[in-house]
């Protein structure tokens, strides 16, 4: 007889997220709520503050997603999900994974004093930043993620953001927290596995999530996979952990890192840069990587 | 058991014989001793909760409505500046009908720096949606934490529990603690038919459109209107048990009085002493004590003063370019139901400045002297 010939997953095949969410098209926050979902499994409460995601789940009475939320404040989800832990160990459920899910203002900005504070008592739950580099769900302001040289409404063209992106990573290194990991929706089977790993983690997981933005980025809806690729591949976002804040290991390595000008160039957000701003750019994003591969290599 | 007690204390064994199961507090003077002995019992496993031990007053209230949410009772407690910290979040406890009790020491705001008592702090919060409880002395405040509980978890409604900075919080009084067996036959588990649970997943505080809002909102104050009625049965069964009323009102000779003095909180002592005083000299006063202010018990007020011919009304706090707060809410409740009652409204003691019964008998005269107030607010006790 035949052997049956099965085709394997390389994701999880359960779907927690639904259709009907009110995401616009090509959404990179989107696709990380969908793949930490299948990491995460239904055992998950989830605490999502103000943010595209407060809008993405659907108005009241409805929500595309399967597992339980709560909408809190914007500079709460950390602390939010702190308490949510513990009202859970309370009443006798000591197993459901508590997550909070912030965008990059709610996390970088915002949020950062209730996450440094749970970070610091490093409380039992999960962390995640979707990061699309701004504002977005109040229509495009800069936060501290924005990067470099990039255009949003509060950083005009002629007044483009003049200072780096804030090195989050970094900051939460400093709380020697057990796990710190950058996904990218550009690379989902590492995603999971990195989101499986932190459900297994006692204390605080921070994930920090490089989720691309149409409407904000000014970008084409169908490009969103191949620019969260490409940030991967020219070393502007690279993928690593961090364990207990000294241990780094480099996840994607790039036989050949590319130069970030194609990146740049399909996002209307970048096109008023000059050359000498795109050298400038290269620059920091080569410093930067090397200052990464220093503490890889420092933790072998 | 009877026992010497602060009234800072007095709020801890509240939430201990309440059985709180999460507490997350932030210090401030003058609270720090609720927290300090929270912690303590907590540590030493004679309370069965989990102590958050946040970075600020916010993240107190947020762990606690995510706490609560999870169907755990929670309580907090803080003052002056924390409390304003916290606002946005008051809102959220009661719009997502979270039932958190805390404990607030009133006291002023800055700046200028000031530890000592004023109402300002809480009654900036009285549209936020929360119960307000004004004590006046340390056994009230241990027996209304109790009975917060009670009636916060049956109507969805978070409470605060309110005393007076150093003359209550640091002031040692005989307070009789409760028998734990008793307090867990007045008070059961909180148990709410909905949280967050993977077993039944919800989505709560989502986006809510015009369509839904109006009511949530409608269905909020629906439930406050049965406090008051609430407040009584449950305080009414407190008695039952324990020997002491808790309820909306304390009235201290009003019944044949000419002059009604209304106060709260801690004052409420210093006016039943003057009270006496002016009997003495042949005054007909009497006091009436507003213990809770939200929500604001309209019909027990407008009984209480029908035989009064004046009413003076005791503000520690004020609504800038308006009137002292419960004299605000006092005319507008009496509006149309007390025939030209003539009501005085005194501000005294901003920042903790004393108030003694002299206080009481200067705002006595004043009223005495004249047929109507002739102006918006009477100041007693500024020094210019
Ligand atoms: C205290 C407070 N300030 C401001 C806002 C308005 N606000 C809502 S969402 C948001 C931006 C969110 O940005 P980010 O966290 O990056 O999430 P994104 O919308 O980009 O997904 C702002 C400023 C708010 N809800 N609460
Ligand atoms: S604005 Fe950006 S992040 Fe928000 S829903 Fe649209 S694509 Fe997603
Ligand atoms: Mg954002």
Known sequence: MKKEKKMKLSLPEVELMNSGHMACQGCGATLAMRFALKALGQKVALCIPACCWSVIDGPFPYSSLDVPIFHCAF?????????????????GDKETTVVAWAGDGGTFDIGIQALSGVAERNDDIIYICYDNEAYMNTGIQRSSA???????????????????????????????????ATASIGYPED????????????GTKFLHIFAPCPPGWKSQPEDTIKLARMAVQNAIFPLYEIEWGEKYTLNIKLKEKKPINDYLKIQGRFRHLTKKEIVFIQEEVDKKWERLLLCVNGSK | ????????????????LGRAQVIAAYPITPQTQVVELLSEMCADKSLDAMFIKVESEHSAMAACLGASLAGARTFTATSAQGLALMHELLHWASGGRLPVVMGNINRA???GWSIWSDQNDSLSQRDTGWMQFYCSSNQEVLDTVIQAFKVSEKLLIPSMVILDAFTLSHTYEVVDIPDQKKVDEYLPPFNPSIKLTPEEPHAFGGLTSPEHYFELRYKLQKEMEKAPALIEKTGKEYEKMFGRYLGLVEKHRCDDADLIL???????????IAVDELRKEGIKAGNLRIKVFRPFPFEIIRNAVKGAKKIAVVDRNISYGHHGMFFEEVKSALYGYSDGLPVFGFITGLGGRDITPSTFKEITQYTLERDKPKEEIIWIGVKL
Request: hydrophobic residues 40%; charged residues 25%.
């Open chain 1, 75 to 91: 500079e709460t989800a950390a602390v939010s999900a702190s308490g949510v832990k513990a009202g859970l160990e309370m009443v």
């Open chain 1, 146 to 180: 924005t990067p470099y040289g990039a255009w949003t409404t509060t950083t005009p063209v002629k007044h483009f953001k003049n200072r780096p992106k804030k090195d989050m990573e970094a900051i939460m290194a400093a709380h020697r927290i057990p796990y710190i």
């Open chain 1, 191 to 202: 995603l999971v596995k990195k989101v499986k790993k932190a459900k297994e983690i006692k």
């Open chain 2, 1 to 16: 058991m009877k026992k010497v007690i602060m009234g800072n204390h007095a709020l801890s064994y509240g939430a201990k």
């Open chain 2, 109 to 111: 705001m800055a700046p």
């Open chain 2, 262 to 272: 209304i106060t709260s909180g801690a004052m409420g002592s210093t006016a039943r």
